[in-house]
C-alpha cells in the first residue's frame, strides 16, 4: 500500500451572486414571480431542477468505529455504489466549502505517513491532503488502475485510518466519490447501508440458520 501527504494549492471557490441566489431555491420552485411583472412567471433554472432531482446520490459511503486500545480508534469506510459508472477515487472530509478534519492519524506528519496508521483496498493509494488556506486536512484513497474501480452495483470496503482518539468529524463529514466519466458525486457519511440500493455489504454477514422443515401432525 502506498501512502504519501499531498500538498494542494486549492483555493476555495468563489460563487457568483446570481449562483448563491439560485442555491436557495427549493424543489417547491417551479416558478418564480417577476418584480417588474407580478403577472408573470419565470421558470425555475435548469440547473437547480437538475440539482434537485440528483438530490440523492447512487453513492453511500458507511462509517464504523472500532475502539483500540490505548484509547486509539479505528474509522472504517465501506463505499456503495449503487449507480452505473464505477467509481475511481474518494474523498473523506472535504466539501465545497474547504477540508473538514481536524485529526491527524497516529504518527502521520505532513512529511510521512506510517503504513500502520491507515489501510486501503487491493490496488488503491492513500493520501492526506492538507491545504495553504487552513489547518485542516481530507482523506484521498484513489485505484492504481483500473481493474481496481468499483463497479456500479459493488461495494467495497478496507478504506480505513487509525486515530489517537475518538474525533466525531469523521463520522459526520462531506465526502466526494470520482467515476471514471469525469462525473463527481457528494454527500455526508452514513452509519447504516441504504435499504433501497440493493447492494450487498462488503461486510459478510452470518448465514441464516438452516431451515427445518417439521413432519406434519
Not at 30 to 46: I, L, R
Not at 103 to 108: H, I
Not at 157 to 180: I, K, M
Not at 186 to 193: L, S
Request: with cysteine.
Amino acid at each position: 500500500m502506498h501512502a504519501m501527504v499531498r500538498f494542494s494549492k486549492r483555493a476555495l471557490p468563489a460563487l457568483p451572486v446570481v449562483a448563491i441566489w439560485w442555491l436557495g431555491l427549493t424543489a417547491a420552485d417551479a416558478t418564480m414571480t417577476s418584480q417588474d411583472d407580478p403577472g408573470s412567471t419565470v421558470p425555475s433554472s435548469p440547473a437547480v431542477a437538475k440539482a434537485n432531482a440528483e438530490s440523492t446520490p447512487p453513492v453511500t459511503i458507511v462509517v464504523s468505529t472500532t475502539t483500540l486500545s490505548g484509547g486509539e480508534v479505528e474509522y472504517s469506510y465501506d463505499v456503495v455504489n449503487g449507480g452505473a459508472i464505477p467509481i475511481t477515487a474518494i474523498e473523506i472530509g472535504d466539501s465545497l466549502y474547504g477540508s473538514q478534519l481536524l485529526t491527524w492519524p497516529v504518527g502521520a506528519t505532513q512529511d510521512s505517513i506510517p503504513p500502520e496508521c491507515c489501510s486501503s483496498p487491493t490496488g488503491w493509494r492513500f493520501e492526506i491532503i492538507t491545504t495553504e488556506e487552513q489547518p485542516t486536512t481530507y482523506l484521498y484513497w484513489v485505484r492504481a488502475d483500473s481493474p481496481y474501480e468499483i463497479p456500479g452495483g459493488h461495494s467495497l470496503g478496507g478504506f480505513s485510518v487509525r486515530l489517537p482518539h475518538a474525533d466525531t468529524l469523521y463520522e459526520t463529514c462531506s465526502w466526494t466519490a470520482f467515476l471514471n466519466d469525469g462525473e463527481e458525486y457528494e454527500g455526508v457519511v452514513q452509519n447504516t447501508y441504504p435499504v433501497s440500493v440493493g447492494v450487498r455489504p462488503p461486510r459478510t454477514a452470518a448465514p441464516p440458520p438452516p431451515r427445518v422443515d417439521r413432519a406434519p401432525k
